[in-house]
Protein backbone atom coordinates (compact mmCIF):
# COMPACT_ATOMS: atom_id res chain seq x y z
CA UNK A 1 0.00 0.00 0.00
CA UNK A 2 1.10 3.48 -0.55
CA UNK A 3 2.76 5.76 1.91
CA UNK A 4 4.65 9.27 1.97
CA UNK A 5 8.36 8.89 1.95
CA UNK A 6 9.91 9.88 4.76
CA UNK A 7 10.73 14.45 4.82
CA UNK A 8 13.85 14.94 4.02
CA UNK A 9 14.36 12.06 2.27
CA UNK A 10 14.83 14.09 -1.01
CA UNK A 11 13.59 17.86 -1.68
CA UNK A 12 10.95 16.79 -4.39
CA UNK A 13 7.49 15.44 -3.38
CA UNK A 14 7.49 11.80 -3.86
CA UNK A 15 5.05 8.63 -2.85
CA UNK A 16 6.14 5.30 -1.67
CA UNK A 17 4.55 2.01 -2.99
CA UNK A 18 4.51 -1.18 -1.41
CA UNK A 19 2.76 -4.05 -3.52
CA UNK A 20 1.47 -7.19 -2.10
CA UNK A 21 2.30 -10.42 -3.00
CA UNK A 22 -1.56 -11.97 -2.97
CA UNK A 23 -4.02 -11.94 -5.25
CA UNK A 24 -6.47 -9.05 -4.77
CA UNK A 25 -10.52 -8.71 -6.36
CA UNK A 26 -12.25 -5.21 -6.93
CA UNK A 27 -15.17 -4.39 -8.24
CA UNK A 28 -15.53 -0.23 -9.54
CA UNK A 29 -16.03 2.71 -11.21
CA UNK A 30 -13.63 5.18 -12.33
CA UNK A 31 -13.99 8.95 -12.71
CA UNK A 32 -15.74 9.76 -16.20
CA UNK A 33 -14.28 9.50 -19.43
CA UNK A 34 -11.37 12.56 -20.14
CA UNK A 35 -11.82 13.06 -23.47
CA UNK A 36 -15.57 12.84 -23.30
CA UNK A 37 -15.61 15.01 -20.68
CA UNK A 38 -13.73 18.06 -22.65
CA UNK A 39 -15.66 17.22 -25.63
CA UNK A 40 -19.00 17.31 -23.69
CA UNK A 41 -18.19 20.86 -21.91
CA UNK A 42 -17.21 22.45 -25.37
CA UNK A 43 -19.88 21.11 -27.29
CA UNK A 44 -22.54 22.46 -24.49
CA UNK A 45 -20.81 26.08 -24.21
CA UNK A 46 -20.90 26.29 -27.80
CA UNK A 47 -24.71 25.19 -27.96
CA UNK A 48 -27.06 28.29 -26.74
CA UNK A 49 -28.97 27.29 -23.91
CA UNK A 50 -28.11 24.58 -20.49
CA UNK A 51 -26.75 21.28 -21.55
CA UNK A 52 -26.67 19.15 -18.51
CA UNK A 53 -23.64 17.03 -17.99
CA UNK A 54 -23.40 14.41 -15.29
CA UNK A 55 -20.26 12.42 -14.04
CA UNK A 56 -17.70 14.37 -15.86
CA UNK A 57 -14.01 13.73 -15.20
CA UNK A 58 -12.18 14.85 -12.08
CA UNK A 59 -8.79 15.73 -13.37
CA UNK A 60 -6.51 18.92 -13.79
CA UNK A 61 -7.27 19.02 -17.30
CA UNK A 62 -10.89 18.73 -17.20
CA UNK A 63 -10.66 21.72 -14.97
CA UNK A 64 -8.85 24.12 -17.30
CA UNK A 65 -11.45 23.21 -19.69
CA UNK A 66 -14.10 24.34 -17.45
CA UNK A 67 -11.56 27.52 -16.74
CA UNK A 68 -11.14 28.57 -20.65
CA UNK A 69 -14.91 28.36 -21.42
CA UNK A 70 -16.04 30.09 -18.62
CA UNK A 71 -13.50 32.88 -19.94
CA UNK A 72 -15.33 32.81 -22.95
CA UNK A 73 -18.45 33.48 -21.47
CA UNK A 74 -20.33 30.26 -20.21
CA UNK A 75 -21.50 29.09 -16.98
CA UNK A 76 -19.71 25.93 -15.86
CA UNK A 77 -21.39 24.23 -12.82
CA UNK A 78 -20.68 20.95 -11.85
CA UNK A 79 -23.28 18.80 -13.89
CA UNK A 80 -24.74 21.90 -16.22
CA UNK A 81 -23.14 24.12 -18.20
CA UNK A 82 -24.93 27.60 -19.62
CA UNK A 83 -24.12 29.22 -22.29
CA UNK A 84 -25.51 32.39 -24.75
CA UNK A 85 -23.89 30.20 -27.66
CA UNK A 86 -20.47 30.52 -29.56
CA UNK A 87 -21.73 32.84 -31.77
CA UNK A 88 -22.16 34.85 -28.60
CA UNK A 89 -18.86 34.06 -26.75
CA UNK A 90 -16.49 37.23 -25.51
CA UNK A 91 -13.25 37.85 -26.44
CA UNK A 92 -10.48 36.91 -24.05
CA UNK A 93 -9.61 39.73 -22.16
CA UNK A 94 -5.88 37.73 -21.30
CA UNK A 95 -4.54 34.51 -22.92
CA UNK A 96 -6.38 31.55 -22.43
CA UNK A 97 -4.16 28.68 -20.39
CA UNK A 98 -4.89 25.36 -20.73
CA UNK A 99 -2.43 24.00 -18.32
CA UNK A 100 -1.18 20.99 -18.35
CA UNK A 101 -4.01 19.91 -21.42
CA UNK A 102 -3.15 19.22 -24.71
CA UNK A 103 -6.79 18.66 -25.63
CA UNK A 104 -8.11 21.71 -24.26
CA UNK A 105 -6.02 23.71 -26.10
CA UNK A 106 -6.24 21.89 -29.68
CA UNK A 107 -9.94 21.56 -29.08
CA UNK A 108 -10.36 25.45 -28.27
CA UNK A 109 -8.02 26.28 -31.01
CA UNK A 110 -10.90 24.73 -33.38
CA UNK A 111 -13.91 26.04 -31.79
CA UNK A 112 -12.69 29.86 -31.79
CA UNK A 113 -11.49 29.54 -35.63
CA UNK A 114 -14.62 31.61 -36.51
CA UNK A 115 -15.19 33.94 -33.91
CA UNK A 116 -14.42 37.60 -34.86
CA UNK A 117 -11.56 38.38 -32.41
CA UNK A 118 -8.32 37.34 -31.21
CA UNK A 119 -7.53 34.25 -29.13
CA UNK A 120 -4.16 33.50 -26.94
CA UNK A 121 -3.97 29.95 -25.95
CA UNK A 122 -0.77 28.92 -24.13
CA UNK A 123 -0.19 26.66 -21.12
CA UNK A 124 2.25 25.52 -18.60
CA UNK A 125 5.74 24.71 -19.25
CA UNK A 126 5.02 20.88 -20.44
CA UNK A 127 2.55 22.34 -22.75
CA UNK A 128 4.23 24.87 -24.15
CA UNK A 129 6.96 22.49 -25.30
CA UNK A 130 4.44 20.50 -27.03
CA UNK A 131 3.60 20.39 -31.11
CA UNK A 132 0.99 22.62 -32.31
CA UNK A 133 2.13 22.93 -35.94
CA UNK A 134 -0.72 20.14 -36.84
CA UNK A 135 -3.30 22.42 -36.46
CA UNK A 136 -2.05 25.36 -38.70
CA UNK A 137 -2.81 23.16 -42.33
CA UNK A 138 -6.21 21.69 -41.47
CA UNK A 139 -7.68 24.18 -40.19
CA UNK A 140 -6.36 26.58 -42.77
CA UNK A 141 -7.98 24.49 -45.40
CA UNK A 142 -11.55 25.98 -43.95
CA UNK A 143 -9.84 29.58 -44.06
CA UNK A 144 -8.96 30.02 -39.82
CA UNK A 145 -5.95 31.53 -39.38
CA UNK A 146 -3.73 29.99 -37.12
CA UNK A 147 0.00 30.92 -36.42
CA UNK A 148 2.09 28.94 -33.59
CA UNK A 149 5.78 29.68 -32.74
CA UNK A 150 8.35 29.53 -34.85
CA UNK A 151 9.48 26.18 -33.10
CA UNK A 152 5.87 24.78 -33.95
CA UNK A 153 4.51 24.86 -30.21
CA UNK A 154 2.46 27.24 -28.58
CA UNK A 155 1.40 29.94 -27.95
CA UNK A 156 -1.06 29.08 -30.63
CA UNK A 157 -2.64 32.38 -32.14
CA UNK A 158 -6.10 32.50 -33.39
CA UNK A 159 -7.63 35.38 -35.27
CA UNK A 160 -10.99 34.81 -35.57
CA UNK A 161 -12.49 34.82 -39.60
CA UNK A 162 -15.64 33.59 -41.63
CA UNK A 163 -15.15 30.20 -42.82
CA UNK A 164 -16.03 27.87 -45.51
CA UNK A 165 -16.54 24.19 -45.91
CA UNK A 166 -14.17 22.18 -47.66
CA UNK A 167 -12.16 18.89 -47.58
CA UNK A 168 -9.86 18.39 -44.74
CA UNK A 169 -7.10 15.64 -44.84
CA UNK A 170 -5.09 15.43 -41.70
CA UNK A 171 -1.93 13.36 -41.73
CA UNK A 172 -2.27 11.98 -38.51
CA UNK A 173 -4.61 9.65 -36.85
CA UNK A 174 -5.50 12.37 -34.17
CA UNK A 175 -8.91 12.17 -32.93
CA UNK A 176 -7.62 15.78 -31.08
CA UNK A 177 -7.21 17.85 -34.57
CA UNK A 178 -9.94 16.15 -36.18
CA UNK A 179 -12.19 17.06 -33.40
CA UNK A 180 -10.69 20.80 -33.87
CA UNK A 181 -11.48 20.81 -37.45
CA UNK A 182 -14.78 19.26 -36.62
CA UNK A 183 -15.64 22.33 -34.47
CA UNK A 184 -14.26 24.88 -36.58
CA UNK A 185 -16.03 23.39 -39.36
CA UNK A 186 -19.79 23.37 -37.75
CA UNK A 187 -19.14 27.12 -38.11
CA UNK A 188 -18.27 27.66 -41.74
CA UNK A 189 -20.12 28.34 -44.61
CA UNK A 190 -20.72 24.72 -46.30
CA UNK A 191 -19.77 20.98 -45.19
CA UNK A 192 -16.46 19.95 -44.22
CA UNK A 193 -15.46 16.45 -44.87
CA UNK A 194 -12.32 15.42 -42.62
CA UNK A 195 -10.31 12.28 -43.44
CA UNK A 196 -7.02 10.93 -41.69
CA UNK A 197 -5.12 7.76 -41.15
CA UNK A 198 -7.69 5.19 -39.19
CA UNK A 199 -7.39 4.09 -35.33
CA UNK A 200 -8.32 7.51 -33.79
CA UNK A 201 -10.85 7.86 -31.44
CA UNK A 202 -14.15 8.28 -33.12
CA UNK A 203 -16.13 10.22 -30.12
CA UNK A 204 -16.52 13.46 -31.57
CA UNK A 205 -17.95 11.75 -35.43
CA UNK A 206 -20.64 9.31 -33.17
CA UNK A 207 -21.47 12.61 -31.41
CA UNK A 208 -22.11 14.52 -34.00
CA UNK A 209 -24.09 11.92 -36.04
CA UNK A 210 -26.08 11.25 -32.91
CA UNK A 211 -26.79 15.24 -32.60
CA UNK A 212 -27.57 15.36 -36.32
CA UNK A 213 -24.58 17.46 -37.40
CA UNK A 214 -22.66 14.88 -39.35
CA UNK A 215 -22.57 11.61 -40.98
CA UNK A 216 -19.73 8.82 -41.29
CA UNK A 217 -19.29 8.34 -45.43
CA UNK A 218 -16.35 5.73 -44.75
CA UNK A 219 -14.26 4.03 -42.13
CA UNK A 220 -11.90 7.30 -41.99
CA UNK A 221 -14.11 10.02 -43.66
CA UNK A 222 -17.06 11.69 -42.09
CA UNK A 223 -18.68 15.31 -43.14
CA UNK A 224 -19.68 17.84 -40.90
CA UNK A 225 -22.73 19.48 -41.64
CA UNK A 226 -22.62 23.55 -40.00
CA UNK A 227 -25.52 24.49 -38.14
CA UNK A 228 -26.30 25.31 -34.14
CA UNK A 229 -25.52 22.79 -31.61
CA UNK A 230 -28.80 21.99 -29.45
CA UNK A 231 -28.28 22.17 -25.87
CA UNK A 232 -28.60 18.41 -24.52
CA UNK A 233 -28.41 16.06 -21.39
CA UNK A 234 -25.90 13.36 -20.98
CA UNK A 235 -23.78 11.06 -17.82
CA UNK A 236 -20.34 10.02 -18.85
CA UNK A 237 -19.53 6.43 -18.87
CA UNK A 238 -15.93 5.87 -16.73
CA UNK A 239 -12.53 6.92 -17.89
CA UNK A 240 -10.60 3.70 -20.11
CA UNK A 241 -7.67 5.34 -19.65
CA UNK A 242 -7.75 4.85 -16.11
CA UNK A 243 -9.59 2.22 -15.92
CA UNK A 244 -6.67 0.36 -17.64
CA UNK A 245 -4.10 1.12 -14.73
CA UNK A 246 -6.40 -1.32 -12.28
CA UNK A 247 -7.02 -3.53 -14.98
CA UNK A 248 -3.07 -3.52 -15.07
CA UNK A 249 -2.64 -4.66 -11.79
CA UNK A 250 -4.97 -7.50 -12.12
CA UNK A 251 -3.27 -8.95 -14.82
CA UNK A 252 0.02 -8.68 -13.70
CA UNK A 253 -1.15 -10.56 -10.51
CA UNK A 254 -2.32 -14.23 -11.31
CA UNK A 255 -6.08 -14.82 -10.00
CA UNK A 256 -6.37 -11.22 -9.37
CA UNK A 257 -9.31 -9.98 -10.73
CA UNK A 258 -10.54 -6.40 -11.44
CA UNK A 259 -14.26 -5.06 -12.46
CA UNK A 260 -15.00 -1.66 -13.95
CA UNK A 261 -18.11 -1.00 -14.69
CA UNK A 262 -19.69 1.25 -17.27
CA UNK A 263 -16.60 2.36 -18.98
CA UNK A 264 -16.45 4.07 -22.56
CA UNK A 265 -16.15 0.89 -25.07
CA UNK A 266 -15.34 2.80 -28.19
CA UNK A 267 -13.31 0.94 -30.27
CA UNK A 268 -10.29 3.11 -29.91
CA UNK A 269 -9.76 3.16 -26.38
CA UNK A 270 -10.05 -0.49 -25.87
CA UNK A 271 -6.65 -0.99 -27.75
CA UNK A 272 -4.85 -1.59 -23.89
CA UNK A 273 -7.54 -4.57 -23.76
CA UNK A 274 -6.52 -5.88 -26.71
CA UNK A 275 -2.77 -5.84 -26.06
CA UNK A 276 -3.83 -7.62 -22.64
CA UNK A 277 -5.38 -10.77 -24.20
CA UNK A 278 -2.99 -10.78 -26.43
CA UNK A 279 -0.31 -11.46 -23.49
CA UNK A 280 -2.97 -14.36 -21.95
CA UNK A 281 -4.84 -12.42 -18.95
CA UNK A 282 -8.56 -13.24 -19.11
CA UNK A 283 -10.75 -9.97 -20.56
CA UNK A 284 -14.38 -10.03 -20.57
CA UNK A 285 -16.03 -7.22 -21.84
CA UNK A 286 -20.27 -6.90 -21.73
CA UNK A 287 -21.46 -4.17 -23.60
CA UNK A 288 -24.24 -2.23 -21.59
CA UNK A 289 -25.38 0.79 -23.46
CA UNK A 290 -24.85 3.51 -25.45
CA UNK A 291 -23.89 7.56 -24.64
CA UNK A 292 -24.65 9.52 -27.69
CA UNK A 293 -23.46 6.57 -29.97
CA UNK A 294 -20.77 5.35 -27.93
CA UNK A 295 -20.86 2.19 -26.49
CA UNK A 296 -20.28 1.59 -22.75
CA UNK A 297 -20.09 -1.70 -20.37
CA UNK A 298 -18.44 -3.34 -17.72
CA UNK A 299 -14.89 -4.80 -18.62
CA UNK A 300 -13.40 -7.43 -16.01
CA UNK A 301 -10.00 -8.27 -16.07
CA UNK A 302 -8.04 -11.59 -14.26
CA UNK A 303 -4.47 -12.68 -14.14
CA UNK A 304 -2.78 -14.88 -15.83
CA UNK A 305 0.55 -16.31 -16.86
CA UNK A 306 1.60 -13.62 -19.78
CA UNK A 307 3.50 -13.68 -22.74
CA UNK A 308 5.28 -11.11 -25.07
CA UNK A 309 3.73 -9.73 -27.72
CA UNK A 310 4.10 -6.96 -30.51
CA UNK A 311 2.40 -3.89 -31.01
CA UNK A 312 2.58 -2.33 -34.28
CA UNK A 313 0.59 -0.13 -36.52
CA UNK A 314 -3.28 0.80 -35.68
CA UNK A 315 -3.31 -1.00 -32.44
CA UNK A 316 -0.62 1.15 -31.38
CA UNK A 317 -2.44 4.20 -32.53
CA UNK A 318 -5.20 2.82 -30.21
CA UNK A 319 -3.33 1.87 -27.24
CA UNK A 320 -1.04 5.01 -27.12
CA UNK A 321 -1.59 6.44 -24.10
CA UNK A 322 -1.41 3.28 -22.01
CA UNK A 323 1.70 2.40 -23.28
CA UNK A 324 3.73 3.24 -20.67
CA UNK A 325 1.64 0.78 -19.00
CA UNK A 326 2.08 -1.84 -21.38
CA UNK A 327 5.73 -1.87 -20.49
CA UNK A 328 5.15 -2.22 -17.27
CA UNK A 329 3.17 -5.38 -17.87
CA UNK A 330 5.64 -6.41 -20.24
CA UNK A 331 8.60 -6.41 -17.90
CA UNK A 332 6.55 -9.62 -16.22
CA UNK A 333 5.83 -11.20 -19.48
CA UNK A 334 7.87 -14.23 -20.36
CA UNK A 335 10.11 -13.15 -23.48
CA UNK A 336 10.18 -10.09 -25.26
CA UNK A 337 7.72 -7.24 -26.25
CA UNK A 338 8.01 -4.95 -29.18
CA UNK A 339 6.44 -1.58 -29.48
CA UNK A 340 6.81 0.07 -33.24
CA UNK A 341 5.14 2.86 -35.03
CA UNK A 342 4.64 4.82 -31.77
CA UNK A 343 7.17 8.26 -32.39
CA UNK A 344 4.23 10.18 -31.17
CA UNK A 345 4.84 9.15 -27.61
CA UNK A 346 8.16 11.28 -28.20
CA UNK A 347 5.40 14.49 -28.10
CA UNK A 348 3.46 14.09 -24.90
CA UNK A 349 4.00 15.98 -21.42
CA UNK A 350 7.33 14.17 -21.98
CA UNK A 351 9.36 11.72 -24.26
CA UNK A 352 7.45 8.85 -23.59
CA UNK A 353 9.92 6.65 -25.51
CA UNK A 354 12.58 7.97 -22.86
CA UNK A 355 10.76 8.30 -20.33
CA UNK A 356 9.23 4.71 -20.88
CA UNK A 357 12.49 3.34 -20.58
CA UNK A 358 13.78 4.97 -18.04
CA UNK A 359 11.14 4.24 -15.67
CA UNK A 360 11.88 0.19 -16.63
CA UNK A 361 14.99 0.45 -16.22
CA UNK A 362 15.30 2.31 -12.44
CA UNK A 363 12.96 -0.54 -11.91
CA UNK A 364 15.22 -2.87 -12.07
CA UNK A 365 13.96 -4.41 -15.43
CA UNK A 366 15.80 -4.48 -18.70
CA UNK A 367 14.13 -1.91 -22.42
CA UNK A 368 15.53 -0.49 -25.53
CA UNK A 369 14.17 2.61 -27.15
CA UNK A 370 13.85 2.68 -31.07
CA UNK A 371 13.40 5.28 -32.97
CA UNK A 372 9.43 4.79 -32.67
CA UNK A 373 9.01 2.61 -29.97
CA UNK A 374 10.83 0.24 -28.08
CA UNK A 375 11.48 -3.32 -26.40
CA UNK A 376 10.62 -4.74 -22.98
CA UNK A 377 12.39 -8.13 -22.22
CA UNK A 378 10.35 -10.01 -19.48
CA UNK A 379 12.93 -10.09 -17.04
CA UNK A 380 10.65 -8.74 -13.74
CA UNK A 381 10.96 -5.80 -11.82
CA UNK A 382 12.79 -5.21 -8.46
CA UNK A 383 11.60 -1.81 -7.32
CA UNK A 384 13.48 1.65 -7.41
CA UNK A 385 13.32 5.43 -7.43
CA UNK A 386 11.85 6.52 -10.85
CA UNK A 387 11.08 10.48 -11.36
CA UNK A 388 7.57 11.57 -12.70
CA UNK A 389 9.40 14.64 -14.01
CA UNK A 390 5.78 16.01 -15.08
CA UNK A 391 4.31 13.25 -16.72
CA UNK A 392 1.09 11.61 -15.13
CA UNK A 393 1.14 8.40 -16.91
CA UNK A 394 4.48 7.94 -15.61
CA UNK A 395 3.99 8.27 -12.70
CA UNK A 396 0.91 6.15 -12.17
CA UNK A 397 2.24 3.42 -14.47
CA UNK A 398 5.36 3.05 -11.76
CA UNK A 399 2.98 2.87 -9.43
CA UNK A 400 1.55 -0.14 -11.09
CA UNK A 401 4.36 -2.08 -10.76
CA UNK A 402 4.64 -1.82 -7.27
CA UNK A 403 1.67 -4.64 -7.17
CA UNK A 404 4.58 -6.91 -8.24
CA UNK A 405 7.66 -5.28 -7.59
CA UNK A 406 9.81 -4.35 -4.40
CA UNK A 407 9.04 -1.00 -3.21
CA UNK A 408 9.20 2.06 -5.47
CA UNK A 409 9.46 5.18 -5.05
CA UNK A 410 7.96 8.14 -7.62
CA UNK A 411 9.24 11.29 -7.28
CA UNK A 412 6.84 14.31 -8.21
CA UNK A 413 3.50 11.56 -7.83
CA UNK A 414 1.29 14.80 -7.54
CA UNK A 415 1.59 15.62 -11.14
CA UNK A 416 -1.12 12.38 -11.36
CA UNK A 417 -3.62 14.68 -10.47
CA UNK A 418 -3.64 15.79 -14.16
CA UNK A 419 -5.80 13.38 -14.79
CA UNK A 420 -7.10 11.25 -11.84
CA UNK A 421 -6.67 13.09 -8.20
CA UNK A 422 -7.91 10.06 -6.31
CA UNK A 423 -5.79 7.36 -8.15
CA UNK A 424 -3.62 6.51 -4.93
CA UNK A 425 -6.56 5.99 -2.80
CA UNK A 426 -8.43 4.04 -5.15
CA UNK A 427 -5.21 1.62 -6.02
CA UNK A 428 -4.81 1.19 -2.66
CA UNK A 429 -8.53 0.14 -1.87
CA UNK A 430 -8.28 -2.23 -4.87
CA UNK A 431 -5.13 -3.79 -3.50
CA UNK A 432 -6.78 -4.29 -0.25
CA UNK A 433 -9.97 -5.81 -1.71
CA UNK A 434 -9.79 -9.68 -0.46
Avoid at 26 to 31: E, K
Avoid at 102 to 129: N, Y
Avoid at 197 to 225: K, N
Avoid at 329 to 348: I, M, P, S, W
Amino acid sequence: MPSIAPPGWDDRPMIRFHGPQRPFHADLTVPGDKSLSHRALILAAMAAGRSMIEGRGTGADIASTCRLLEQLGASVEPEAVESPGVVEWSPPSVPLDAGNSGTTIRLLTGALAARPFRSTLIGDASLMSRPMQRLVGPLGKLGARVSVSTAGTPPVIVDGTPLYGAPVRVPMASAQVRTAVALAALQADGSTVVDSPPGFRDHTERWLTHLGLGSSLDETRFRIDPGPIPSFRVTLPGDTSSASFLWAAAALGPGSTVRVRSVSLNPGRTGFLDVLAAMGAEVEIVPTAAVLGDPVGDVTVTGNRLTGTIIEGELTVRTLDELPLVAVVAAFAAGATTVRDAAELRTKESDRIAATVGMIRALGGAAEPAASGLVVEGTGLTGGVVAADGDHRIAMAAAVAATRSGSVVVEGFEVAAVSWPEFEAVLEETWSSP
